[in-house]
């Protein structure tokens, strides 16, 4: 996993990269006596990789005690942060809902009782009042009448305050199937929109309003060598200054994503072709001008660089199709020496 928090995870390893750390998870499954099994192969894929800090984390400090690492332990460990606890999310929220429906039922049907109780009485009192001739029993009668009435004016009191609640309660639920709803779209590493998020809007775009979109696709020059030289606390910081950048350029009128590992795209709307190449040259910019610093220390990182490339939507263009030309001329761009932009 390239070190993202988001919901489904998304794995962008290279072949050599991910099968060291198959070398690597194969041997900690066996030694624990787990399953092979996807999950939790997930989880010691994840562990081996060191990019999943808070699950490292977790199982060397369970290691370090001596605690067992059974496949119930592996599950949990995979729905918390593999999963960041979305099926339990889910299932509260889909709980919280089915008792408010259930409570608004019940206090329906028991408003419904009181009211067909007192029906059938008033209706009893009718009868009576037919036949009546005495004062006492007709005081008796309006008494009862009123007794009902008040019985009526509580329940539906009752009955309007339990609604009043139910409502308050299905106002919180639905602000948390929100946020979960929210969550599932965003990378957590950068707070870009991820990749199944950003394939969304695209075939939305492509669909609705393809002839004013325009595609940069992003990828951090040499990142390899940054991870390997200082690490990869380090270069998770890269790429969340360079999702900064991204943000600051897409505003609330474009639309910034990680596409997977150190490559990241924006969705440019309603631009011209020459205010597209501007945009993204002021973001190649900015960053190759960045002079990074390690945390803690005045030591730079030297130069970071991006190189980009750009399509624009033509007729017949499918988000596949914008998408491909945005990548040969990413890869043209690198061919080139890098820290430049093409467009295809």
């Avoid at 990828?219 to 360079?242: A, E, S, Y």
């Amino acid at each position: 996993m390239s070190g993202n928090k988001s919901f489904p995870p998304v794995y962008t390893e290279l072949a050599q990269e991910a099968s060291e750390n198959l070398r690597q998870a194969l041997p900690l499954i066996n030694k624990y006596k787990t399953p092979v099994n996807p999950v939790n192969y997930a989880v010691w894929y994840e562990y081996v990789s060191g990019k999943n800090q808070a699950l490292r984390d977790e199982i060397d400090q369970r290691l370090s005690c001596n605690a067992p690492i059974t496949s119930q332990i592996t599950q949990a460990l995979f729905e918390k942060y593999v999963l960041f606890d979305m099926p339990e999310r889910l299932e509260n929220a889909n709980n919280g809902i089915k008792l408010v429906v259930d409570n608004t039922i019940n206090n329906l049907n028991k408003a419904e009782s009181t009211t067909s109780e007192c029906a059938a009485e008033l209706n009893d009192t009718q009868s009576i009042l037919n036949e009546c001739s005495d004062i006492d029993t007709l005081k008796t009668i309006v008494n009862s009448i009123l007794a009902n009435t008040q019985t009526l004016t509580n329940s539906s009191n009752d009955l309007k305050l339990e609604l009043e609640q139910s409502s308050i309660e299905m106002a919180r639920l639905k602000a948390e199937l929100e946020q979960v709803k929210e969550i599932a779209k965003i990378d957590g590493l950068t707070g870009l929109l991820n990749r199944g998020a950003f394939d969304k809007e695209l075939h939305t775009l492509c669909s609705e309003s393809g002839d004013r979109v325009s595609l940069a696709l992003f990828d951090l020059d040499h990142f390899k060598r940054i991870n390997d030289t200082f690490g990869h606390i380090v270069g998770d910081r890269v790429i969340q200054f360079f999702a900064s950048l991204l943000k600051k350029y897409s505003a609330n009128e474009h639309i910034a994503a990680r596409y997977g590992g150190e490559e990241m795209v924006l969705i440019l709307i309603d631009l011209t072709q020459q205010q597209a190449i501007e945009l993204v040259d002021s973001i190649r910019s900015d960053l190759a001008n960045s002079n990074l610093k390690q945390k803690n220390s005045d030591k730079s990182i030297g130069q970071i660089t991006v190189s980009a490339g750009l399509s624009f939507f033509q007729l017949g263009d499918t988000p596949s199709s914008l998408i491909d030309r945005a990548d040969r001329a990413l890869y043209k761009a690198k061919q080139k020496g890098r820290n430049q932009i093409k467009i295809n």
